[in-house]
């Protein structure tokens, strides 16, 4: 039997409205979060059965997750996380989440900055805090050098001469450093197939080819 890699959507609720996610159509699920008992049931059968949880994520917000701190423990505790990625807009990278992500020990934590512009971040993101996320992530880089972050630059009419090594300028000096690049034909419309971007580059970073996908949703729902 080949290696599952299991998505699992810790919640469905996010801190942010943006103009570019699924999640603000009125069809989407409502916001929800996994139990700790249904996490802990995923961890034991993926290390009896030999799978591994890829990501922390589907729709909303990880860090946003009511059971963060515990389900972090547990994640750390089966023995897994080393081969997990969590994928966050980045706001709550609070120094007690920061300093959790490096105990845990995630093989990467992607931060969806999207653009080192302020006028276009609000536009997509529908948020003013710009500066105060970029200097939370100089935070996460500076407090969690052990662990391998991907900026998420994301392409659009908005900013289509944005370049991806302004953002390895902008956090230059940190070696576990990449850059993801996105695109995004229009604001409301889907992104195209995803790219990595790195002075080293490393395709196993976007996707873990070899694998069967499962996607586990925060309410149990399963899909292949």
């Known amino acids: 039997m ?20 699924p999640i603000t159509q009125p069809d989407m699920r409502p916001d929800g979060h996994m139990s700790l008992e249904l996490w802990s049931r995923i961890l ?29 423990k547990l994640w750390r505790e089966s023995g897994l996380s080393k081969e997990g990625r969590i994928s966050t807009n980045g706001h709550l990278l609070t120094d007690d989440r920061i300093e959790c992500i490096s105990e845990t020990g995630v093989n990467c934590v992607r931060i969806c900055i999207d653009t080192l512009r302020p006028e276009v971040y609000k536009r997509l993101r529908g948020s003013s805090n710009h500066e105060a996320l970029l200097l939370k992530v100089d935070r996460f ?11 998420q ?28 690049v996105s695109e995004c034909l229009s604001i409301g419309g ?12 490393d395709p196993r970073q976007c996707v873990k080819v070899g694998y069967e996908h499962c996607v586990i949703t925060h309410d149990g729902q399963i899909g292949l």
């Open 44 to 72: 034991n059968c993926c290390k009896r059965e030999g799978h591994f949880v890829d990501w922390a994520h589907l729709f909303g917000e990880p860090l946003a997750w009511v059971h963060f701190f515990g389900g972090m």
């Open 141 to 151: 880089l500076s407090r969690a050098a052990n662990i391998k972050c991907q900026i």
């Open 2 to 21: 080949r290696r599952l890699s299991v998505l699992a959507e810790w919640t469905s609720a996010c801190n942010l409205r943006c103009n570019i996610c």
């Open 153 to 180: 630059f994301l392409r659009s009419q908005e900013n289509i001469d944005e370049d991806p090594k302004d953002f390895f300028k902008r956090f230059s000096g940190h070696k576990n450093l990449s850059v993801f």
């Open 190 to 201: 889907d992104h195209s197939l995803s790219t990595h971007t790195n002075p080293n580059p």
